[in-house]
C-alpha cells in the first residue's frame, strides 16, 4: 500500500466517524462536508486524551467513541424526526432559491479545487523539522501499551519538551499508521496536509455562506416592503470569489508548513473558520455547530490554538447571548452558556492530564519582570513584517464602518468588532508565549515568526474579505449607510417565526433568509 492509497483510507476512516455528528449538528449544508474528516479528527484526539487518561487502546477508543457518537445521532433522530438532517419543504416558494443553491454548488465546486491546488507543495516529500522531531514523533508513542506511554511522555532525558502538546495532530497519525500498517512520517505529513486544506475549505465556504444570506435578506418582498423580487447575484459572486482568493492567500502564507507536518496552519485556519460561523455569519444551529467543531479542532492542536480556542468560546457564548439576551431570562442564555461549558471542559481535558502525570513541557519557566519589556519590544518588531495586512484591513474596516453599516446589519453579518477581537485574542496568545518564556527571544523569533503569526495574518485577511462582499452588497442593492427601512424590526420578527432552530440573534436572519440559504 503506497502512501496515496493509504492516506485515502485514513481520510475514509475519519469521515466514517465524523459524518454522522456532523450530519446530525449542522445537517446537509456545503460547507458541513470538509467538516466531516475534521469531527473524526477531533474524535482521534478526545481518543488519545482517554487513552492516556484510562488505559487501553487507542483505535479502540477510536472506534468505540464514534460508534458512542454514531449511536446517540440514530437514537436522536429516531426520538424527534424532525432534527433529521432532510431540508424542509416549507421555503420551496423562497424567490430565487435556485439562485441560492446554483451558488452554493459553484462555491463548494471551486473552493474544493483550489485547495486541491494548493497541496501541490506534496510533490516534494518535506518533512519539517518540528514535524519530524514531534507531530510524527509522538504516534509512534500513541500505538505503545498505556505503561510505556506514560514513560514517553515524561522521559527527561530526551531533548524534546514539547511532549505536553495538544494530541490531535499527532493522534491522527498514529490511526493513519494502525490502520494501515505503514508506519512513514510522510504519511502522516501528506495526512496533516490534506486535514489543512479541510479546515481551509471550512473557513472559504464561510464566505459563500455570507454572500448568499446577504443575497436572501435582499429579498423583502415577504415583509411587504418594496424591494428586487429575486435575490441579487452581487454579493452571492462576491462571496465566492472572495472565498477563492482567501484559499490562494492562506496556502501561500502557511507555505512550507502547510505541506511539511506541522500543526501551525491547521489551528490557525480552524481558529478562522470558528470566527467566521460564530461571530460573522448568520446565526443558526449550523453555523454555531461548525464553530464549535473548529474551537476544538483548533484547541486540541497545539498550546496557541488552546489559548485561542479558549478565547472564542467566550466570544461566541457573548455574542449569542448579546445584551437583549440578559435582560429575556435565563432561559435566553442558559443553552449558549451550557454549550461554552462543554467546550471548555473538552479543551482542559488535555492540559489538565499533562498537569496531573507530570509530562515533559507541561510546566515551564517564566521571564524575570526586569526582561519583559525588552522581550515585549523584540516580539513586536519581529512579528510586525508579517502582519502587513492589518495596515490595510484596518482603514478598510473604519471606512466599511461608516459608510456600509446599515447594509453589513441587513446582510445578518455579525458586527466587525467581533473579528477584531478574535484576531487580538489570537495575537495575544501567540506573543504572549514570545513574551513570558524563557527562551533567548531574537532566535526564538527569527525561527518561528512566520508560523506563529498565521491566524492574526489570515484573520486579517478574512476581515477585507467580508467587506468586499459587504461592498458588492451595497452596490448591487443601492444601500447605503442611513438606509435601513423603518420597519426593518418586522424582519426580525418574521425570522423567529420560521427559523428552524428558534433561536436567531436579533437582526441576524430573516425569513427569506432561513429557507433560502440551505
Not at 498514529?174 to 510522510?186: F, L, P
Request: glycine residues 12%; charged residues 10%; aromatic residues 8%.
Amino acid at each position: 500500500m503506497n502512501t496515496v492509497l493509504a492516506t485515502m483510507v485514513a481520510l475514509t476512516v475519519l469521515s466514517a466517524a465524523g459524518c454522522m455528528p456532523v450530519v446530525a449538528a449542522i445537517g446537509l449544508r456545503w460547507f458541513a462536508v470538509p467538516l466531516v474528516p475534521l469531527a473524526g479528527a477531533v474524535l482521534a484526539g478526545l481518543a488519545a486524551s482517554a487513552s492516556l487518561s484510562f488505559g487501553g487502546g487507542l483505535l479502540n477508543w477510536f472506534v468505540g467513541l464514534a460508534m458512542v457518537a454514531a449511536g446517540a445521532v440514530f437514537a436522536l433522530w429516531v426520538m424527534h424526526p424532525e432534527r433529521g438532517p432532510w431540508p424542509s419543504s416549507s421555503s420551496s416558494d423562497v424567490p430565487g432559491r435556485g439562485r441560492h443553491r446554483l451558488t452554493g454548488a459553484v462555491g463548494f465546486v471551486v473552493v474544493l479545487v483550489s485547495c486541491a491546488w494548493s497541496l501541490r507543495g506534496l510533490r516534494s516529500p518535506t518533512v519539517g523539522f518540528d514535524a519530524r522531531a514531534l507531530w510524527v514523533m509522538r504516534p509512534g508513542w500513541f500505538l505503545q501499551s498505556h505503561a510505556q506511554l506514560l514513560i514517553d511522555m515524561k522521559a527527561r532525558d530526551l531533548q524534546l519538551t514539547q511532549s505536553a502538546y495538544p494530541p490531535l495532530v499527532s493522534a491522527v497519525a498514529a490511526i493513519a499508521w494502525k490502520i494501515t500498517g505503514i508506519h512513514t512520517a510522510r504519511l502522516g505529513v501528506v495526512l496533516v496536509a490534506v486535514l489543512n486544506a479541510c479546515a481551509l475549505a471550512a473557513a472559504a465556504l464561510a464566505l459563500v455562506e455570507v454572500g448568499r444570506g446577504v443575497s436572501a435578506r435582499l429579498v423583502r418582498r415577504s415583509c411587504g416592503q418594496v424591494g428586487p423580487s429575486k435575490p441579487p447575484w452581487a454579493p452571492m459572486v462576491a462571496g465566492v470569489v472572495a472565498a477563492v482568493l482567501l484559499v490562494f492567500v492562506a496556502a501561500g502564507a502557511t507555505e512550507p508548513f502547510f505541506t511539511n507536518g506541522y500543526a501551525d496552519p491547521i489551528w490557525s485556519l480552524a481558529a478562522v473558520g470558528a470566527v467566521a460561523y460564530g461571530l460573522q455569519v448568520q446565526a443558526d444551529r449550523s453555523t454555531r455547530s461548525a464553530a464549535a467543531l473548529l474551537i476544538l479542532v483548533a484547541g486540541l492542536s497545539k498550546n496557541e490554538g488552546f489559548v485561542t480556542a479558549t478565547a472564542l468560546v467566550v466570544l461566541i457564548a457573548a455574542r449569542s447571548i448579546g445584551v437583549s439576551g440578559l435582560r429575556a431570562g435565563w432561559r435566553r442564555w442558559v443553552s449558549p452558556v451550557i454549550l461554552a461549558a462543554c467546550e471548555l471542559a473538552v479543551l482542559a481535558w488535555w492540559p489538565v492530564l499533562m498537569k496531573a502525570i507530570g509530562a515533559r513541557g507541561a510546566t515551564s519557566s517564566f521571564s524575570t519582570s526586569g526582561d519583559l519589556a525588552s522581550r515585549a519590544t523584540a516580539t513586536m518588531h519581529g512579528m510586525s513584517p508579517y502582519l502587513h495586512v492589518l495596515v490595510v484591513a484596518a482603514p478598510v474596516a473604519m471606512v466599511g464602518g461608516l459608510l456600509l453599516s446599515s447594509v453589513r446589519r441587513r446582510g445578518g453579518i455579525g458586527n466587525d468588532l467581533w473579528a477584531w477581537l478574535a484576531l487580538v485574542a489570537g495575537l495575544t496568545a501567540v506573543g504572549g508565549a514570545l513574551v513570558t518564556g524563557s527562551g533567548a527571544i531574537e532566535p526564538w523569533i527569527r525561527s518561528t515568526v512566520h508560523r506563529i503569526t498565521e491566524y492574526p495574518l489570515l484573520e486579517g485577511w478574512w476581515i477585507l474579505a467580508v467587506w468586499g462582499v459587504v461592498a458588492s452588497a451595497g452596490l448591487g442593492a443601492g444601500l447605503g449607510a442611513g438606509s435601513v427601512p423603518p420597519d426593518d424590526d418586522a424582519i426580525t420578527r418574521g425570522a423567529r417565526a420560521v427559523a428552524p432552530d428558534g433561536l436567531i440573534e436579533v437582526g441576524t436572519a430573516d425569513a427569506v433568509a432561513a429557507g433560502a440559504v440551505r
